[in-house]
């Protein structure tokens, strides 16, 4: 199992941006697929960027455009950059994984952090 540890949440204004990072304490695959997902009050987790051993990445609609998935393998840390932030885009944001380069983090699948929080203001 993989313990992952997210970090840089915080609250900013509308238009700002923000880095998210996610330390994973080791990490034994070399196949996978890691992503970013929040949740907002009362609403559904949304898993928002994808992306696997392969390089490949895949976003949201909702936040194509605007956030960057990117991974340091030295690190072993996943980032989420977010610009041009807007109020809707608050929520708790989770980083998860699995050892499968096909299969992507859900509801219930891979390992997962305990998230960290965006708070976005108009």
């Known amino acids: 199992q993989v313990q992952l540890v997210e970090s840089g949440g915080g609250s900013v204004q509308a238009g700002g941006s923000l880095r998210l990072s996610c330390a994973a304490s080791?990490?034994?695959?070399?196949?996978?697929?890691m992503a970013w997902v929040r949740q907002a009050p009362g609403k559904e987790r949304e898993r928002i960027a994808t992306l696997n051993n392969d390089g490949r990445t895949n976003y949201a609609d909702s936040v194509k455009g605007r956030f960057t998935i990117t991974r340091d393998a030295v690190k072993n840390t996943l980032y989420l950059q977010m610009n041009s932030l807007r109020p809707e885009d608050t929520a708790m944001y989770y980083c998860a994984s699995t050892g499968s380069r096909t299969t992507c983090p859900s509801e219930g699948v891979g390992d997962w952090g305990q998230g960290t929080q965006v708070t976005v203001s108009s």
């Open positions: 080791s990490f034994p695959y070399s196949r996978y697929c």
